[in-house]
Every structure is written in structure tokens, then in C-alpha cells.
């Protein structure tokens, strides 16, 4: 069974400066992709940034990026220039389609990330 | 255009009551999904809906917990004869099922209090 761990239940950064949160995930699948998504408190999941496995060029999205690591089923993100609206929940997660042609979605238990002013 | 959407907002209950909860995917989204986030864990899967398949329930906690969707769009979520272990923040996404259907959009949520 895949499974997804975020073994930094809490960080906090410096405004401006730069944060790694990790995710490591286990699975025997070779097709799949891997998500991160922030929760502020307003509850509202956001989509950050997505990994397709088969690709082995890391996704960037502005002052977000991945260092996904496909053979240490590694997939970490990082933020870059902290800004006091990245303080939110993070979390990882993995998909993989299903024989059925549904898809499966494992979530790991998010890190808590706070930047300080 | 508008995103996914979900009421009530926060619901309080008795323990033993009914309870219902609604999620108004995007439209043309075909794909739906429920899941429950209790204190402290993450997103654990509850019920797919794909289209006019079958759903897929695997992740159902207890007999108690049923979902419809009703003309594929609206769903319902409902928990029969609630239990304080029910209490969590219940989330609803949806997606496509072509182009990138990877990517799930998310509703803000219910929070569900049982007393």
C-alpha cells in the first residue's frame, strides 16, 4: 500500500528567507504524480505545485519548487522568499490511477508553517 | 467562474442525530471526492464519484456514512446516528476527467462538531 509521510509536523521561517518542507512516499508504482496543497486557515485546499513521476525535470511555479527524487521517493518543496501569506498547513500528496481508471489520492499528515514577520 | 463550494459552513449536533452535508462541484467537473480531516491527521479518502460509475465507497468508515450525487453535480453526504469520533472538518474536491485530471479543486469545507 502507498503511503505518504511529512515528518515535520511544524516549521516556521524568517520572512523572506527560505524553507524546505519534506515528504517521502512509498509505493511500487512506476506511473503517478505528486502533489503539495496549502491549507490557510481558512480551510480552503489550494493547489501549489504538481510532480508527473515521469518527468524528471523538478516543477517550479513562481517562488515554489520541488526537489523530487524519484529512486529515494523523495519530494520536498521549497519556498523561496518567505511571505507572511505562505503561513499555512502543507500538504503532500500522491496519485496514482487506478485499473479501474479512477484515481487514488494519499494524503500525508501536513507540516504546519509559520513565517515570521 | 465560481469553485467548488460546500454547506453548511460549520454544523453542530447531538450525538445519535442525522446529519447532511452538501457539495456543489465546478461545473463540468465529472469527478468528485470526499474526504474527512480530523485534529491533527491529514486528508483521509472517504467516497469517489466518477461520471455515471459506480462509486467507489472503499473508503467509508462505518455502514453509518452515505454519499449521493445526484444528476452528477450535487452531492450529499450523509452521517446516520453521529458519533463524537465524527466530529472533523469534512472536505469535498473535484476535478476533470480530461486534460488534467490529476488535480483535484477543493471545497473550504464543514466543520462538523458532535456533542
Known amino acids: 500500500a502507498q503511503t505518504v509521510t511529512q515528518s515535520q509536523p511544524e516549521m516556521s521561517v524568517q520572512e523572506a528567507e527560505t524553507v524546505t518542507l519534506s515528504c517521502t512516499y512509498d509505493?511500487?508504482?512506476?506511473?503517478?504524480?505528486l502533489f503539495w496543497y496549502k491549507q490557510p486557515p481558512s480551510r480552503q485546499m489550494i493547489l501549489v505545485i504538481r510532480?508527473?513521476?515521469?518527468?524528471?525535470q523538478n516543477a517550479t511555479e513562481n517562488r515554489f519548487s520541488v526537489n523530487f527524487q524519484k529512486a529515494a521517493k523523495s519530494f520536498s518543496l521549497k519556498i523561496s522568499d518567505s511571505q507572511l501569506g505562505d503561513t499555512a498547513m502543507y500538504f503532500c500528496?500522491?496519485?496514482?490511477?487506478?485499473?479501474?481508471?479512477?484515481?487514488?489520492?494519499?494524503f500525508g499528515t501536513g507540516t504546519r508553517l509559520k513565517v515570521l514577520a | 467562474g465560481a469553485g467548488v463550494s460546500q454547506s453548511p459552513s460549520n454544523k453542530v449536533t447531538e450525538k445519535g442525530k442525522d446529519v447532511e452535508l452538501r457539495c456543489d462541484p465546478i461545473?463540468?467537473?465529472?469527478?468528485l471526492y470526499w474526504y474527512r480531516q480530523s485534529l491533527g491527521q491529514g486528508l483521509e479518502f472517504l467516497i469517489y464519484?466518477?461520471?455515471?460509475?459506480?462509486?467507489?465507497k472503499s473508503g467509508l468508515p462505518s455502514d453509518r456514512f452515505s454519499a449521493e450525487r445526484t444528476g452528477g453535480s450535487v452531492s450529499t453526504l450523509t452521517i446516520q446516528r453521529t458519533q463524537q469520533e465524527d466530529s472533523a472538518v469534512y472536505l469535498c474536491?473535484?476535478?476533470?476527467?480530461?486534460?488534467?485530471?490529476?488535480?483535484?479543486?477543493f471545497g473550504p469545507g464543514t466543520r462538523l462538531l458532535v456533542l
Open positions: 474536491a473535484s476535478s476533470v476527467t480530461s486534460g488534467a485530471p490529476e488535480t483535484q479543486y
Open positions: 509505493t511500487s508504482e512506476n506511473n503517478y504524480y
Open positions: 510532480q508527473e513521476a515521469y518527468k524528471q
Open positions: 500528496a500522491f496519485m496514482k490511477r487506478k485499473n479501474s481508471g479512477t484515481y487514488k489520492y494519499i
Open positions: 461545473s463540468g467537473h465529472t469527478a
Open positions: 464519484f466518477q461520471g455515471n460509475s459506480a462509486p467507489d
